[in-house]
């Protein structure tokens, strides 16, 4: 896709959004990187409900190290793979306190090391904690970016790497949250609302869809 056209599209977001952001909710950086973790192949909306009670309680490493797995469970069990994020989120909490003074790393690599954070989650806790330029590929960006014809790789990781390149720097900081956003209530993945699509003009999706 040209660089004009995919300047135009991030226009038009942002034009209909000026401060996207994360729609889950957090207190601080440790609960942002729960709730992130909370989160794969789960609904951001089930994800508040389930940590609104437990960050209430546990907001910093030591306090969910003190609730222990059994503890966490109770809060989280509604959650998808609950018993599989249980083990990561004690154990990272664990890491956090004994080599990162209870802090959340700013540093890729060192995110990656902490148990259940993937590329996404990592990107995710940069980009909303630390402000940094990622974009992080969820289903929703994976989705919406191949439907649009931002990019063509077959996996989160390579379209990641496609979207840096074919994206303006001076989007970055919130294409994801931008596409993220389009994907959840008007690209959907089943039914794309294509009518009130703002930059349908310039998708591919739709503009094959008028020749058939």
Partial sequence: MEKSIVNKIFETLRDTNQNPTTELVYKNGFTLL?????????TDISVNIATKALFERCDTPEKMVCLGEEGLKKYIKSIGLFNHKVKNIIALSKLLINHYDSHVPN??????QLPGVGRKTANVVLN????APTIAVD???FRVAKRIGLANGMTPEKVERELLKTIDQKWHRNAHHWLILHGRYICK????NCTICPIKAYCGYYKA???T
């Fill in 128 to 131: 909303c904690l630390f402000n």
């Fill in 34 to 42: 729960v709730a992130v973790i909370l989160s794969a192949q789960a």
């Fill in 209 to 211: 869809s008028l020749k």
């Fill in 139 to 141: 289903t929703h960006v």
């Fill in 189 to 192: 993945a089943r039914k794309p």
């Fill in 107 to 112: 540093n890729f690599k060192a995110l990656l």
